[in-house]
């Protein structure tokens, strides 16, 4: 069996991977990249075995990655453009020790079958999507993920609930203009002395 530069690299890769979960410190710079070099090319699959966990340092989720992704991973920083406060600017955005624990929210998503907005999915006509996500921190990121992760749905979703607002609207006023008839009420004008 031959060994190629990719495979060497896998190999340096898989090793900076273990000794950074066992606490040592690793220069993600000067670690190589997978298939880096003359002739080599990315591996366009990963098996189980060439994947591994990494943790959000924010929010402390887990995240698995390829091994030949984990050098793009771990020299990425947070930035304001992350939505994160501004103590995690500047700092790692990922670590191979989850070192907290995961910050769960209690929302659903708009299309989980157990939702509050699910009687709306139906009645929009939307009834074969379903989403499994529970965990959604926030009212503001429930909107987001199903925008991001569900966007043509969500916008047929959103079309639903503005037109029967504005039907909600329309038959408000129609009744407001009964009432005013039937009480035969004129308004008032503005100089009338009425």
Same mark, same amino acid.
């Given at each position: 069996?031959?060994?190629?530069?990719?495979?060497?690299?896998?190999?340096?890769?898989?090793?900076?991977? !273990?000794?950074?979960?066992?606490?040592?410190?690793?220069?993600?710079?000067?670690?190589? =990249?997978?298939?880096?070099?003359?002739?080599?090319?990315?591996?366009?699959?990963?098996?189980?075995?060439?994947? =591994?966990?990494?943790?959000?340092?924010?929010?402390?989720?887990?995240?698995?990655?390829? =091994?030949?992704?984990?050098?793009?991973?771990?020299?990425?920083?947070?930035?304001?453009?992350?939505?994160?406060?501004?103590?995690?600017?500047?700092?790692?955005?990922?670590?191979?020790?989850?070192?907290?624990?995961?910050?769960?929210?209690?929302?659903?998503?708009?299309?989980?079958?157990?939702?509050?907005?699910?009687?709306?999915?139906?009645?929009?006509?939307?009834?074969?999507?379903?989403?499994?996500?529970?965990?959604?921190?926030? !009212?503001?990121? =429930?909107?987001?993920?199903?925008?991001?992760?569900?966007?043509?749905?969500?916008?047929?979703? !959103?079309?639903?609930?503005?037109?029967?607002?504005?039907?909600?609207?329309?038959?408000?006023?129609?009744?407001?203009?009964?009432?005013?008839?039937?009480?035969?009420?004129?308004?008032?004008?503005?100089?009338?002395?009425?």
């Amino acid at each position: 069996m031959s060994t190629n530069k990719q495979d060497i690299d896998d190999i340096v890769i898989e090793a900076n991977a !273990e000794l950074a979960q066992e606490g040592a410190a690793i220069d993600w710079n000067d670690a190589p =990249v997978t298939g880096s070099g003359e002739g080599f090319t990315q591996r366009a699959t990963s098996t189980a075995e060439d994947r =591994v966990a990494i943790y959000s340092t924010h929010t402390w989720e887990e995240s698995i990655v390829p =091994v030949y992704m984990l050098k793009t991973h771990m020299k990425q920083k947070w930035t304001l453009d992350n939505d994160v406060p501004s103590e995690y600017v500047g700092k790692p955005a990922w670590s191979l020790k989850q070192e907290g624990q995961p910050s769960r929210g209690t929302f659903k998503c708009v299309f989980h079958a157990s939702s509050e907005a699910r009687q709306d999915v139906l009645n929009a006509g939307l009834e074969g999507l379903t989403c499994n996500k529970s965990n959604i921190p926030t !009212e503001f990121d =429930v909107q987001r993920h199903a925008s991001m992760k569900h966007p043509e749905r969500y916008k047929a979703l !959103e079309s639903f609930r503005r037109g029967r607002a504005e039907a909600d609207s329309r038959d408000t006023m129609t009744e407001l203009l009964k009432q005013l008839v039937d009480a035969k009420v004129t308004p008032k004008t503005k100089g009338s002395t009425k």
